[in-house]
């Protein structure tokens, strides 16, 4: 089975504030994909990154950084020096060999505060 | 045009009303999806389509009848609505029926039934 866990429902931070979205997962294949979008208010989800499991390098866009960890199964979000724009719900996703589908966490609803 | 594109954007219908939601994608890809997004609910996968053959229906209500005519069109027919049925529905695209490249959404039709 595969399951995709967001425990932060909602988190308000001040502008400037780095933030943290966790997601942890559970897969019992050894091949597969994670994912995180952003769902601003306009309403379209919009791809931030994809990483398959063999590639545990994090990385670094700009102001924003993903740390993967398999000792862990998590898959965490980091925004660095928030701006009112990064407001939006975020969604962590997997997929997996055989799969028809991305598996989507719950979303976690980020408000940056001017 | 380019990405996956929905039509209509909002649409209000009664609930003994027909109607059409429209989805259509200009990237080439050969499986797509509709999923319903309720208000404090999770994303709700509720057709999968690979190469026009519907490969996934995960128990959605006769009231939903989907229709993939080609690779680039997909819509989904809706009769006898009920309220709870208001939703956000989401379009999306993958290149192949295993999305391990992710989705590309399209920008979704919110839909109220009166």
């Known amino acids: 089975a595969q399951k995709v866990t967001q425990a932060q429902t909602e988190i308000s931070v001040v502008e400037k504030e780095d933030v943290t979205l966790d997601c942890v997962y559970e897969?019992?294949?050894?091949?597969?994909?994670l994912f995180w979008y952003k769902q601003p208010p306009s309403g379209e989800l919009v791809f931030l990154i994809r990483?398959?499991?063999?590639?545990?390098q994090n990385e670094i866009s700009g102001r924003y950084s993903w740390n993967f960890q398999k000792s862990t199964s998590s898959f965490n979000f980091t925004i660095t020096a928030s701006q009112v724009v990064d407001s939006a719900v975020y969604f962590c996703?997997?997929?997996?060999?055989?799969?028809?589908?991305?598996?989507f966490g719950t979303g976690t609803r980020l408000t940056v505060i001017p | 045009e380019t990405g996956v594109t929905q039509t209509p954007r909002h649409l209000v219908m009664g609930m003994t009303n027909k109607k059409s939601l429209k989805c259509e994608q200009h990237?080439?890809?050969?499986?797509m999806y509709w999923y319903k997004q309720s208000a404090k609910k999770p994303l709700e996968l509720m057709f999968v389509?690979?190469?026009?053959?519907?490969?996934e229906n995960n128990s959605v209500p006769s009231r939903f009848s989907p229709e993939c005519p080609n690779s680039s069109h997909l819509f989904l027919h809706l009769h006898t609505l009920q309220p709870e049925d208001s939703a956000l529905y989401l379009c999306?695209?993958?290149?192949?029926?295993?999305?391990?490249?992710?989705?590309?959404f399209g920008s979704g039709t919110r839909l109220t039934v009166v």
């Open positions: 999306a695209s993958s290149q192949d029926r295993i999305p391990r490249g992710g989705y590309t």
């Open positions: 897969t019992r294949d050894t091949t597969y994909y």
């Open positions: 990483r398959n499991s063999f590639d545990e």
């Open positions: 996703a997997l997929t997996q060999t055989g799969a028809n589908n991305l598996f």
């Open positions: 990237l080439g890809h050969n499986a």
């Open positions: 389509y690979s190469l026009e053959e519907r490969v």
